[in-house]
């Protein structure tokens, strides 16, 4: 199989991958996305600040219950072999609504450009760490921090 071909396989694979962890996040299945989780995944903020497996499972499990309208695009923008991994350079934008504090509705929407390491896994790929370059996170059409 020609580099092209192998690497278009590869996109297609990680590209089915996001769109399943989307569908379980809006299902509410936070054990179908821990499924693509590595044992050891961590995230890490622009700082480098990490954040374990168990955190981020937890505080999309939060996340989950109080958000609905729930739009999440990713847009692979590189893919780079790495011999049993691959890095991605990813934009995300996730879209929703949330029930504030003052009990009212509010649009939240974050924009991200993250590098993804999956790792071979079997048949299959699993994301080792996530490392967010850079963010916005918008309420109600504001920026926030």
Do not use: C
């Amino acid at each position: 199989m020609a580099v092209s071909q192998a690497a278009d396989k590869v996109t297609k694979q990680l590209e089915d991958n996001y769109a399943a962890i989307t569908t379980a996040f809006k299902k509410k299945d936070i054990k179908a996305i821990g499924n693509f989780l590595a044992p050891d995944y961590q995230a890490h903020d622009s700082n480098g600040a990490a954040t374990s497996r168990e955190k981020i499972l937890a505080d999309y499990k939060s996340q989950m219950g109080v958000m609905r309208d729930i739009v999440w695009s990713r847009k692979i923008t590189k893919l780079v072999h790495q011999g049993k991994s691959v890095v991605l350079t990813v934009e995300g934008k996730i879209n929703g609504t949330v029930v504030g504090a003052d009990k009212t509705d509010h649009k939240i929407a974050l924009a991200a450009t993250a590098e993804d390491t999956w790792i071979e896994h079997g048949k299959g790929w699993l994301l080792k760490s996530t490392t967010i370059e850079k963010k916005v996170l918008t309420v109600d059409g504001k920026v926030q921090g």
